[in-house]
């Protein structure tokens, strides 16, 4: 059952019956007073001023209702509209008193008191309306935008108005100070328009209750109009729109409150406002400049009323633009905020860091930059989402903040990577820094079993010589982030000259290996994969080499991984698999049966083209599917999603055989064979190596993986196998098929068909 305030804003109450009934009874008197006055009935005044009264109470009385079912953000808005509309009521049954009493039209100062105070309670029910600004300077802005447009109706009202009324006449407080109600009016209506904004859609009861203050403004303006004429009867056709405009505001609480009341959450950002939203407040005091120009007497004089509100209005003007500069400057304030803090951490962000390390590098003192790159945090964001690992960085950052203190200037440059600068002013050698910092990101007690804590790994660089701006100084550290990496993570590395050396000649690796495949540097060796029983060759494993025209030919373990960590792998996997099947097509002419093997990357897992790449590749060489075999890790398998075993499966139903190399090194688990499509297990060759020191474990794990292959319906290879001890073990074990350099090393092509032959088994 959910907590009384919960539930009523999830589902608030609609009106009750008796709230129905009373909408039919208003909208009928409504009716009623109108059909009365246009006909021009007997007591036609009367009937106007208890229609009024009746319409007004029932809507302080509907006012009242919505704010009982509507949830707390909104009964404060409801609460001011119930004042607003009772103070109507009790404004109009005195003037009904007043004006029984023989005052034809009784503008006291009780009854403009309590008017007045009605408008002042209904707009301070629009600036606590949901869409209002939160902020009082907000709100501020809001009401003087207001009031400088209702200002601004003062001149414009004159000229249309009074411009023809005699001077005389305009000594009578009581007709100027009408001309006051429109102002008002039209003030409410600009906070609406101002509180409403684009950046949500429009409240269906807000819709109404401006629909109530354009009808009341209409009706003010006729009235003022009317009265300064002298044409102004009470009863008159107009008197109908105040109790119109009261209805309005009844009907608007038979809404339901807005999404936002309902425990929903905007996370949108809200749109910028129309030009003409800005230029609002603004736009009517041109036309109140000319009015003020038409308005003068021929005297030359200016009327005091539109003399003290012109003035008024500047002072108005004067103050919103007080507050308009004071907004432009915390806004300016903010987005230096935003553009030099880390909105998550609250770390200064990448731009301060590099501003300080080049202001420190300016004076020529000691710096050390110190790198850091959080290990397998992209595993947490996987597996447990992006909010988890929001959280954890929040927690590491405040973690570092709290250990490096004053000895250090920390930083987030992005993602999972922060930076710390060290300079002269906090003299702390920067290896002490690292274990500290490594100390603080262990797990704490409790935090082991979670599995969302990762470790880090540093780089160090000092500023020296052989540095000429911070990128050189960013880059060391850098290099030596990477090179803690290497070396096991939760660790640290200082940038030293054999690093940097190192890591130049990887760059180089990495650019020449861009040109390799354009400039066919590759080509493809093949090692024999024989059958143990007979020693006939039946298929063969397509290994990569490269032909480097200044360090020669390199092996795959020379320049695969550097491919794989820059997505080179992709088209060299692309290459090594249409060459694969074109040597295989030319190797079945001589032996029908024969099959190929390629070792395929990760990253090709993951990509929907593999299945269309395999297809162009066997199709052009004119090689039937089931001759290719696509050797995969294990690490590769178990991390495939959905879609990744979906591809496999269209592999299988072509006919291409998967294999999982490496059989045995990765993370081993029954269930994976179970989803995985694998044709063949390969043993891998540490295993295999250790059978010549008549390893009893050794043994037992290849028997055991060869006894699962069998149960699974797997081929097995045993792979590395280069002594004839070794052969004899696995052959004895039950291993179908070997690879390794006892049935022949890695060869071209042409050497390949010349192993036709079995190969020479000892007896």
Not at 123 to 146: E, F, I, Q
Not at 377 to 403: S, W
Not at 452 to 467: D, L, M, N, T
Not at 585 to 592: D, I, K, L, Q, Y
Request: a neutral charge; charged letters at 20%; hydrophobic letters at 50%.
């Amino acid at each position: 059952m959910l907590p009384r305030d919960v539930s009523r804003a999830v589902a608030p109450a609609r009106p009750t019956l008796s709230g129905r009934v009373g909408l039919v009874v208003a909208g009928l008197v409504v009716l009623g007073e109108a059909a009365w006055l246009v006909a021009r009935l007997p007591g036609a005044a009367l009937v106007s001023d208890l229609g009024a009264v009746a319409v007004a109470t029932w809507a302080a009385v509907a006012c009242v209702g919505a704010a009982r079912r509507h949830p707390a953000p909104l009964r404060r808005f409801w609460g001011l509209l119930t004042a607003t509309m009772a103070l109507a009521a009790l404004g109009r049954t005195l003037w009904t008193v007043e004006r029984l009493g023989g005052t034809e039209l009784p503008h006291t100062p009780l009854i403009g008191g309590l008017f007045t105070a009605g408008i002042l309670t209904g707009t301070a029910a629009l600036l606590s309306s949901l869409a209002a600004p939160r902020s009082v300077v907000g709100r501020a802005r809001t009401l003087l935008d207001g009031v400088i447009v209702g200002l601004a109706l003062i001149p414009i009202g004159w000229v249309v108005v009074f411009r023809d009324i005699a001077a005389a006449d305009l000594a009578d407080p009581v007709r100027t100070f009408g001309l006051l109600y429109p102002m008002f009016d039209l003030m409410q209506l600009t906070i609406l328009v101002a509180v409403a904004g684009p950046s949500r859609p429009m409240w269906p009861a807000l819709t109404m209750i401006g629909a109530s203050l354009a009808t009341r403004a209409a009706a003010d303006a006729a009235y003022v109009s009317l009265f300064a004429h002298d044409a102004y009867a009470p009863g008159h056709p107009i008197d109908v729109c105040w109790p119109l405009s009261y209805l309005l505001i009844g009907v608007a609480t038979r809404y339901p409150p807005p999404p936002s009341c309902a425990g929903t959450e905007e996370t949108a950002e809200s749109p910028l406002p129309p030009w003409w939203r800005v230029a609002l407040p603004y736009l009517p005091v041109g036309g109140a400049i000319v009015a003020v120009i038409l308005a003068r007497r021929p005297t030359g004089q200016t009327p005091h009323l539109i003399f003290l509100g012109m003035m008024t209005l500047l002072g108005v003007l004067a103050v919103r633009q007080g507050l308009a500069a004071n907004e432009n400057l915390r806004l300016v304030a903010r987005l230096r905020r935003l553009a030099y803090s880390d909105q998550l951490t609250g770390l200064p962000n990448r731009l301060t860091f590099n501003r300080r390390l080049r202001r420190a590098l300016r004076d020529d003192a000691p710096v050390a930059v110190l790198l850091l790159d959080l290990d397998g945090f992209k595993q947490v964001n996987d597996r447990f989402g992006h909010a988890t690992g929001d959280r954890l960085l929040t927690g590491i950052a405040e973690r570092m903040r709290d250990v490096v203190g004053d000895d250090g200037m920390i930083a987030r440059l992005g993602g999972d990577e922060f930076a710390v600068l060290v300079d002269a002013a906090r003299p702390v050698p920067p290896e002490q820094l690292a274990d500290r910092l490594l100390a603080a990101l262990e797990p704490l007690p409790g935090e082991e079993d979670l599995g969302v804590h990762p470790s880090a790994s540093i780089g160090i660089a000092e500023y020296g010589p052989q540095h000429t701006s911070h990128t050189d100084l960013l880059r060391d550290a850098d290099i030596a982030m990477y090179a803690a990496k290497a070396a096991g993570k939760s660790a640290y590395r200082t940038c030293t000259r054999a690093l940097r050396e190192s890591a130049v000649s990887r760059a180089e690796l990495i650019a020449d290996l861009r040109r390799a495949v354009d400039e066919r540097q590759l080509h493809l060796e093949f090692q024999p994969i024989v059958d143990l029983a007979s020693g006939v060759v039946r298929s063969a494993e397509a290994l990569v080499r490269w032909r480097h025209p200044r360090l020669g030919t390199l092996t795959p373990a020379k320049f695969l991984p550097v491919a794989e960590e820059t997505g080179l792998i992709l088209p060299i996997d692309r290459w090594v698999i249409h060459e694969a099947c074109r040597a295989a097509a030319v190797w079945r002419e001589h032996a029908p049966e024969a099959t190929v093997a390629v070792n395929i990357a990760a990253a090709h897992l993951r990509r929907p083209e593999l299945v269309a790449l395999v297809t162009d590749a066997t199709g052009g060489a004119g090689l039937p599917p089931h001759a290719l075999t696509l050797e995969l890790t294990e690490s590769a398998l178990i991390e495939g999603s959905d879609a990744v075993l979906a591809r496999l499966h269209q592999l299988r139903e072509l006919g291409v055989g998967i294999a999982i190399d490496d059989f045995g090194t990765g993370y081993s688990s029954l269930s994976y064979l179970h989803r995985i499509p694998a044709t063949e297990l390969k043993i891998d060759r540490s295993f295999v190596t250790r059978l010549d020191a008549e390893d009893s474990r050794a043994y037992a794990t290849v028997e055991m993986v060869t006894r699962l292959a069998a149960a699974f319906d797997l081929t097995v290879v045993a792979e590395g196998v280069e002594t004839d001890g070794q052969h004899a073990a696995v052959t004895a074990i039950g291993c179908v098929h070997g690879q390794g350099w006892r049935y022949g090393r890695p060869v071209s092509l042409s050497e390949l068909l010349a192993t036709l032959t079995p190969v020479d088994m000892p007896r």
